[in-house]
């Protein structure tokens, strides 16, 4: 009954029952309850039914269970014979009705194919089922029946491809994989978080299923291929798991990746490493294997040890007899391999389009990992005994053991065995991928993290007209490359060598070339540094004299060039042949002489370069006209596309020449900058002598102190700016890492090094902070920058991440003299920039950074107006202490310092030709930088003098050290040294406790202040001084 007919519905509008009505109505109720009855009956009749069809499914499931098992019991026994298609049909014919072959039994809802995947492979072999399994995956079953058998999952949620693979039912899961038209949706069905192709890679322990593995690739979509299991792990993390990592494990992974390249960018997040790249989270496998075979082998040495020497003879003996399995009872992989991280299963699962870059905050140890073997190596089995003598009277005698043999070795070589090679073949195919395919930051974070430990390329494009050897050497020092680099660009720029040592008074040898050399130079520090494969070289060296053929030949010798870019004009084709024979593009520029082209294009010319696939003709048009000019480059062109004589290519690849626009003339980088006579007009500020004098005296009574006192954690300084140079050699032993963030080209990936200065100011602002702690350590990070309107811009976004890299590093202080304005276009940046600082600031890293000098405003530029009040706010000061006219808002300044005409170069310094003035608050942010740092070191130097060797005590000035870095216990340190009142009691008057007037006159009626040894009693006094206020907080 619908409710329209309900008789107890009444409409709102309805009259009121009158009394001559009363019998009617009574009437209306007996018919009512008579309704109702009828509806119950109705129901109960419905419930019945139901419970009729209920009984009659269970009873059609045991009908098809029984029937199932029949089927199955007939292929056994070979009383039911399915050995061809035409049999199939007949079967099926006269059965789908009778036996319900599309229905599902009352075993966990499984259809008739979870019943053959799970009949035992020794039972059931494929052969005898191979054609019914393919009738039954391509059958589609009238409406109402059970539709796609192979996309049903059982109770449990399993597939019957689930099923074959977890039973290692390898042939008959392929005979599945072939048969069905869109197999993709059934590889990617899940059972408890895990696919077909999850689940085929965590089964892998033997390679007799590597055929089903790759045909599971190559028929998976980039859903299926980047989905993540029940841990979070992507099949590509599978793969790349170290336990897995044997001789066949490398063609599996390279499928991975050729078929879906953005699987490289996916993440796994591990609850204390952070989101982790294939290759990070392959070397914390490894580390973790290598770490489990350790305490494996030391626990067996203890058990050794305990059992005494007669007990481990024997079981000595009896692991000789056991062969293979003894070495397997010390390590048991499987044990790792089924699920190596289950305490990690409540990690976030990445999604399909999870954003690249993002990998993680701390890198796991990299070179240690391939040292030694994971464990000894197995005995070599099959070899015969020179004593023994085999049984070969007949030729059947010997076809039988030849058998026997053959399955022997394929059942034992089957077996997973990880090794140390096959791992390094997997991390360096994981890393030549990365740093082909990726932009520099993505390639950082795929092999590092956040935290950078190794710089991927080596570019001084910008740098000076010269470079000295030495400079190089001392400079960069320091940095630390990977075995493979990006790329490696070299400007017009002269190297200038080490002076030739010769005997007595002879004159060093002429060269025998009018060729340079010297670059020579330059590769020789990189292989010196460990580099062994250059993927691009960019070098410039098309003014005359260039390089001569030879020491081009040294400089990349050895290095695998994959990309050529040396630009000098007609470069011979024998060096690119030798010397970089895998070489993938070259960039060749031609003087016009048509004999030139035609020395590239000859059979053994470039054409011989079996993986080159693109030349880029840099050409100028010499002395012939533009139409034989044009007409010798398409000959050319031809000449190289042509077929004949031509190694072994891809069917329908040819060579692609692409001519380039423009010249090709010379694009080398100069630098100006005569001497000038010397000249110091400048006004000096006493803030600046007091604390150079203090440098000068904390130097000498390091060098004085016997013995020697050394910090227990260096003072670290990340500087944020625009790099710095090398050739400066005032700052050049302080820098000790950096990272860069500024790009040079960001389509062509090419970037430029913290190492080089873009207008000199990174270098200015690391002097200044040197100059006040002349033992401070600089971690430098290099910001990106644009120039709208000729104005140089810092970018918000590179900014958020030299924080956080400087976060990520662990820093004392940062240094940040710069601003920036906030715009529509770059306010996520800025969002990004105030997290890294609020970030740093709850790391109890001190801050610093520039108020602007826009004029008298309310300063709203970034990083000053960030949120967190655990920042300083740095104004210039003039040299007599008032506050620089060009300062923005005075009440949001913390402190002011010299900022005007401050001068670098020391006035006492005769070698100087030319002093250099600086202004702005980003001059008086690096000098707090520079006296914080000081301050800081004071503390832990003096601490440790005190100790005198006593751990204890050293420990305890750590620990006095740690407490003073922090926002609120510096600010307390700094207004202890003593504020001015006519700068809004913000100026600091340093010679209060560092100048001479201060704790050194105070000292010189002492009769032991003439002992130098002892001076350093005057740094731990002020140390003293300085931490007795900020010991409170």
Known sequence: MGPEEDPTLVPLDAEEPTLGDAGAEQDGLAEENDDEKSSSESESEDEDEDEEEEEDEEVARKNARKKFDRIISDLKDGKLVLDDRAKVRDFIATRTQSDHLGKRSNHKGQNLLHMLADTGKDELPSRKIKYLVEALVTMRWAAGEAGDLLAQQDTDGKTPLHCAIDLKHHRLAKIMVDSHPDIDVIIRTESKRTNCLHLALRNRTSTSGDELLMSLIEKSSAATLTAADDSSLTPLHLAVDYARCDDAELAIVKAIVKKCPSTMDMTYEHKERGLLSPYRYHELRHSEEEKAAQESAKTKRESDQAAGPAESVVHAKSSQRKGDGALKEERPLRQ????????????????????????????????????????PKPKVEGKQDPGSKEDDATPKHKEKKRRSEKKDTRTRSSKIRPTQESAAKIKEFLKLYCLRHKKHDEAVEF??????????????????????????????????????????????????????????????????????TDYQLLFDWLKEKHVKKIIKVIVEDLEEPSHHDEA?????????????????????????????????????YWSGNNVVLRGWSEGDGLRQLKKLKTIVLHPRQGLETRKRHLANIAEFTERIQADSDLPERPKGE???????????????????????????????????????????????AQKAADPPVELVRPVLVALIDDGVDINDQTIQSRVMAGRSFCHRSEPDNLNQGYYISSGGHGTAMAGFICKLCPDVQLYVLKLDEYYPDGKRTITARSAAKAVRAAVDKGVDIISMSWTIE???????????????????????????????????????????????????????????????????????????????????ERQDDRLVARFTPYTGSSVATALASGLAALILYCVQLGGVFRADENQKFKDKALTEYQKLKSHDRMKAAFDKIGLAKASDGKFIEVWNYFGSNAFLKKRESDPEFALKDRWLEIVAEIGDELKKTTMDF
């Not at 060579?655 to 400048?682: C, H, L, N, W, Y």
């Not at 890294?836 to 709850?842: F, H, Q, Y």
């Open 336 to 375: 790792t391999v089924a699920n190596p991280l289950d305490k990690d299963k409540k990690t976030k699962m990445p999604t399909y389009d999870a954003p690249k870059g993002k990998y993680g905050t701390t890198a796991p140890t990299r070179s240690s990992t391939l040292d030694g073997p994971l464990q």
């Open 447 to 516: 092999l590092y993290g956040v935290q950078q430990d190794r710089q991927i390329y080596f570019d001084i494009f910008g740098s000076g007209p010269t470079l000295s050897q030495n400079r190089i050497q001392d400079g960069l020092k320091h940095v630390q490359f990977e075995d493979v680099l990006q790329y490696v660009a070299v400007p017009q720029v002269q190297i200038e060598g080490k002076p030739a040592v010769t005997k007595g008074n002879k004159t060093p040898p002429k060269p025998d070339s009018k060729g340079r």
């Open 552 to 588: 081009i030949e040294d400089c990349v010798d050895g290095m695998n060039v994959e990309i050529w870019d040396w630009r000098k004009l007609d470069i011979s084709p024998d060096i690119i042949k030798t010397k970089a024979p895998n070489v993938r593009e070259v960039n060749l």
């Open 654 to 700: 040819t060579i692609k020449v692409i001519v380039a626009k423009g010249s090709g003339g010379p694009r080398g980088s100069t630098a100006a900058g005569a001497d000038t006579a010397r000249e110091d007009p400048f006004e000096r500020h006493r803030w600046i002598t007091t604390m150079e004098e203090f440098a000068d005296f904390l130097i000498a």
């Open 822 to 904: 906030k715009t529509d276009t770059n306010k996520a940046d800025i969002e990004a920039l105030e997290k890294a600082i609020e970030l740093a600031a709850s790391r109890n890293i001190i801050m610093f950074c520039a108020a602007t000098d826009q004029g008298a405003y309310k300063d709203r530029s970034w990083p000053a107006a960030t949120g967190t009040k655990k920042i300083f706010k740095i104004g210039a000061a003039e040299a007599s202490g008032a506050l620089n006219k060009w300062v923005g808002d005075p009440s949001a300044v913390d402190y002011f310092m010299p900022g005007h005409q401050v001068v670098m």
